[in-house]
C-alpha cells in the first residue's frame, strides 16, 4: 500500500515562505496527479494545487500567484513552495494521491501557522 508523509510545516511570519515536501513510499508521481489539499480551522478541505503526471500544474485562484508545485520522481517527493503567506493560509495541509476511481490516498498533514 501507498503511504504519504508531509513535511515542511511551522510558524511563519505575514509575508514568508514555506515549503512543504510530500514523500511517497513508491514511484508513482509520474504516474499519478499528486494534490495539496488544506484545511483551516472550522473550515471544510480545499484544493490548493495539483500537478499532473505530465508534469503540468494546477492552482487555486487564491494561491495562483504565489505558490508553486512541483515533483522529483526520483525521489518520489512532491513539493509546494508557499511565498507571501498570509494568515489567511493557516490550515493544515495534505498531499493527495488518487490512485484509481475509488482508491485514494492521503498523508498525516502538515500544520501551516501563519502569524507575527
Known amino acids: 500500500q501507498v503511504h504519504l508523509v508531509e513535511s515542511g510545516g511551522g510558524l511563519v511570519q505575514p509575508g514568508g515562505s514555506l515549503r512543504l515536501s510530500c514523500t511517497a513510499s513508491?514511484?508513482?508521481?509520474?504516474?499519478?496527479?499528486m494534490t495539496w489539499y488544506r484545511q483551516a480551522p472550522g473550515s471544510q478541505r480545499e484544493f490548493v494545487a495539483g500537478?499532473?503526471?505530465?508534469?503540468?500544474?494546477r492552482y487555486a485562484a487564491s494561491v495562483e500567484d504565489r505558490f508553486t508545485v512541483s515533483r522529483n520522481t526520483v525521489n518520489n517527493t512532491g513539493y509546494l513552495q508557499m511565498n507571501s503567506l498570509n494568515p489567511e493560509d493557516t490550515a493544515v495541509y495534505y498531499c493527495?494521491?488518487?490512485?484509481?476511481?475509488?482508491?485514494?490516498?492521503w498523508g498525516q498533514g502538515t500544520l501551516v501557522i501563519v502569524s507575527s
Open positions: 500537478i499532473l503526471p505530465e508534469g503540468e500544474p
Open positions: 513508491e514511484r508513482i508521481f509520474g504516474i499519478y496527479t
Open positions: 493527495n494521491v488518487q490512485l484509481s476511481l475509488s482508491v485514494e490516498v
